[in-house]
DNA sequence: ATAGTATTGTAACGAACGTTAGATAGAGAG
DNA sequence: CTCTCTATCTAACGTTCGTTACAATACTAT
C-alpha cells in the first residue's frame, strides 16, 4: 500500500534537493535522511540517481508544461497570454520547483548532454506553436515574425522571474507588458 | 616570474569547470589536471574551492559588467541597447564563461546565500539605471516605467540566449526586438 | 498457519573528494 | 658557496560519496 507513497515522497524530496543543491550538490543519503527511509529504499524505487534527476525532467517536467498548454483558451490573444503567465503564481510549491528544474536543465546549468537534446526538441517547437496561436491576430503587422520573437522572449524572462527567482508577478504588469510587445495586433 | 601565470591559468581553468560541471561537480583534482600543475598548487593561490569560485564572480563578474557598461554612449537610444546587446556575440570564450556563471549564480543555481545577497543588491540598481538612460526619450509615453520594465525583461532573454545558451543573435534581430519594444519613443 | 513475495533495514565496499603536512627544487643575496 | 625564500611536488589524512550484498520484516494468497 505504501508503494505509491514512498516513491512519490522519495520523487518529492528529491525535486527539493536538486533544487537547491543541483545534481552534484545532492546527496542520496540526504533525500534518504528528509524522507525519513534508508538509504537502499531509494535504491529500489529508482534504478540510480540519475535515474532519479530523470523521471523528474522527463515525466514530471513535460507532464507539466503539457498541462500549462492545454488549459490556453483563445478569445482575446492578450488575455490568453496574460493567463498564461500569471497561472504560473499560483502553481504548487512541488509544481513551481519541478519547472524550476526543467529550466536550469533547458539553460544547461545542469543535467547531462542526453536532456539537453530533448530540451532541444522541445525549444524548436516554441515558435511554430506561437505562430499557429497568433498568425491570425498579425494579418496587419508588416514584421510579424520579429513580434513573436519578442513575445516568446518577454515570456521567457516572466516565466523565469517567477518560476526561477521565486517572484509574484502582478496580473496587471504581465498583462502590460505583453500589451507592450503585442500593441497593434488585430 | 611565473606566479601571475599560474594563479591566472588556474583560474580560467577553473571557470571553464565551474561552467560545465556547476561548484560542486568541480572537483579540483580535475582543475589541477587541466592546468598539469599538481593538487596543492591550487591551494597556494587560492584559499579553497569556494575561494576560488568567489573571486571569479565577485571579481571577474562584477568587473566585466563594469566594463560593458561603460561602453555606453547615448546617441540614438534604439542603437545603444542594439550595441549593448550584441557586443556580447564577441565577447572572449573566457568573458562568455565569466558572464554565463554569474547569470547561473543570478538566478540561484549556483553559489551560496552571500553570493545570492550580492547580486540581490546589483539587481536592485538595473531599474534605476535604466530609468535614467530613457526617461528623457519616454517623454511623451504614458506607460513609461511598463516599457522599461518591459526593455529590461526583453533584454535579460537576449543577454541569455547569447551568454548562456550560447548562440549568435544577428545584430538585425536585435534591433528589431528592442525598435518593437520601444516603439513610438522619442 | 504457512509459503512466498514485496518492502524495508543494517552494514559495508571501493572510489573520489577537499584539504594538509612536509619534502624538494630553484633563484637571488651575502 | 651557503643561506633564505618562493614555488612546486609527493603522499597521505579523514570524510563522504554512490552503490550493493544480504538480512529482516510485513503483507498476501493459499
Known amino acids: 500500500m505504501a508503494e505509491k507513497d514512498m516513491r512519490e515522497r522519495i520523487k518529492e524530496v528529491a525535486v527539493e534537493h536538486f533544487n537547491i543543491n543541483g545534481y552534484h550538490g545532492t546527496t542520496i543519503r540526504n533525500i534518504a535522511k528528509d524522507v525519513d527511509c534508508s538509504l537502499p529504499m531509494i535504491y529500489y524505487y529508482y534504478h540510480n540517481k540519475k535515474d532519479l534527476f530523470d523521471e523528474i525532467i522527463k515525466k514530471e517536467f513535460f507532464e507539466l508544461l503539457k498541462r500549462q498548454v492545454s488549459l490556453l483558451r483563445t478569445d482575446n490573444i492578450i488575455e490568453l497570454y496574460t493567463k498564461f503567465v500569471n497561472d504560473l503564481n499560483f502553481l504548487s510549491d512541488y509544481d513551481k520547483k ?89
Open 98 to 186: 519541478v519547472y524550476r528544474l526543467g529550466i536550469k536543465v533547458y539553460l544547461s546549468f545542469d543535467g547531462d548532454e542526453e536532456l539537453m537534446e530533448i530540451m532541444d526538441e522541445w525549444e524548436k517547437t516554441i515558435l511554430p506553436r506561437h505562430y499557429q496561436i497568433l498568425k491570425s491576430h498579425l494579418k496587419n503587422v508588416d514584421n510579424d515574425i520579429a513580434v513573436i520573437r519578442t513575445l516568446i522572449h518577454l515570456l521567457e524572462t516572466l516565466i523565469e522571474s517567477i518560476v526561477v527567482k521565486n517572484r509574484y508577478l502582478p496580473e496587471e504588469e504581465i498583462r502590460e507588458e505583453i500589451s507592450i510587445v503585442l500593441r497593434g495586433c488585430e
